[in-house]
């Protein structure tokens, strides 16, 4: 433990330094052509790697071992979020209106750090260790399928990830075993009403904004009323738009949502559900609708033995007390795409910081990470190399 201690400590400055420039210079989904092109040159920098781009934006290295055995994935997101940063950092976030709002620069920074260390350790290393840089989270259908499609996976053993959290405080740990992050779906509704008269004569008119408000009400009830409250679902309104004037009726009103399940029956059933309210709400006030229902990635769920692995080299490097078991949670990750046909294991690492004012939640403008999460987060992957790899 001294020796990788020593070692994360030679490399932490420069792990900062590589998080604060990512984090001032970040890029959406599907536009992280200075990122990866960092992450690349990073790599093919520190030498001994075997460096591909398998798509457009995203970057994965192989590090052979010494000698002969598995074949481990780690993965690390790149992308920024459209959100305009309100933290007064130093290096806070140069490009107006997106920032590094989730992490994922420090979830670059910490494996490229990794990286180095066990550079450093080849010999000891048994089979080869993969590194995934990907591109274009949070995007139906995310930037993962897209590598595994490529190819990448082939061959790995167990796949790995690790997200730094705000809801921990620095030097804490969860995982969850099986259930970890739930399957994002959503759609799109157009209710479309009928203006031919101004407000003053509602009988003339099929008001949308009315009935889409009554399609929302009755919404909220597809959960509660139609699936077993055993099974962890959830039905989110995002967006409600209608209306420019408060005199006006207009004809027609946009509403979208995000649906969250674990259970593969009640995922294939929601669509279904949805639209009988939709139809059954538009038709009853004779208006009609477009609804697209948008079926994203699947469920993180982590392999109970892998998920135990990973416990123990928690445990092990700093003990019970900082370490918890986490109930299923209804984010969601396209990291499932690389679980798909591999066991694997999502864990968290605590990142928040009361006394530092880091308390501020994902995907908010104030929101920045501890440094120091990122140090746990290299011991924790580098003694995972050994724990997973030479068993």
Not at 120 to 140: L, N, P, T, Y
Request: with cysteine; proline share 4%; hydrophobic share 40%.
């Amino acid at each position: 433990m001294q020796a990788v201690t020593d070692r994360v400590s030679e490399v932490f400055k420069e792990v900062v330094e590589w998080r604060r420039h990512l984090h001032a210079n970040p890029e959406l989904s599907y536009h992280e052509g200075k990122t990866s092109q960092f992450i690349y040159d990073t790599l093919v920098s520190i030498g001994g790697l075997e460096v591909t781009r398998p798509t457009k934006y995203s970057v994965m290295a192989k590090l052979k071992g010494g000698q002969p055995g598995p074949v481990l994935g780690i993965h690390a997101h790149m992308n920024a979020l459209p959100i305009k940063e309100d933290t007064g950092l130093d290096y806070k976030s140069t490009v107006d209106g997106v920032m590094h709002a989730c992490g994922h620069d420090g979830h670059t920074a910490m494996l490229l750090g990794t990286v180095k260390i066990l550079l450093s350790m080849r010999e000891q290393i048994k089979g080869e260790v993969r590194f995934f840089f990907q591109h274009a989270e949070g995007f139906f259908s995310g930037g993962a399928p897209e590598v595994v499609e490529e190819g990448g996976m082939e061959g790995v053993d167990t796949v790995i990830a690790a997200h730094l959290i705000i809801t921990q405080e620095v030097g804490t740990f969860g995982i969850a075993y099986g259930p970890t992050m739930a399957a994002p779906d959503g759609f799109y509704l157009t209710v479309k009403g009928k203006c031919d008269a101004g407000i003053g004569m509602p009988h003339d008119t099929i008001d949308s904004i009315a009935i889409g408000a009554q399609v929302v009400t009755n919404l909220q009830q597809v959960i509660s009323n139609t699936t077993n409250p055993l099974e962890p679902a959830m039905l989110s309104i995002g967006k409600f738009i209608g209306g420019e004037a408060m005199n006006v009726i207009v004809n027609s009103v946009e509403i979208s949502a995000t649906i969250r399940t674990f259970n593969k029956e009640v995922r294939e059933e929601m669509p279904t559900l949805i639209e009988r309210v939709v139809k059954d709400i538009t038709e009853a006030h004779g208006a009609t609708y477009e609804l697209e229902y948008l079926t994203g990635y699947e469920p993180v769920i982590n392999d109970y033995k892998k998920a135990a692995v990973m416990e123990n080299v928690i445990i092990g490097l700093y003990g019970e007390e900082c370490f918890a078991r986490f109930a299923p949670n209804m984010w969601a990750q396209d990291f499932s795409a690389f679980m798909r046909n591999t066991p694997g294991c999502y864990f968290f690492i605590g990142a928040g910081n009361k006394e530092k004012g880091i308390v501020y939640p994902h995907h908010h403008p104030k929101f920045d990470i501890d440094e120091e999460g990122m140090r746990y987060a290299m011991e924790i992957l580098v003694e995972a190399v050994f724990a997973y790899n030479n068993v």
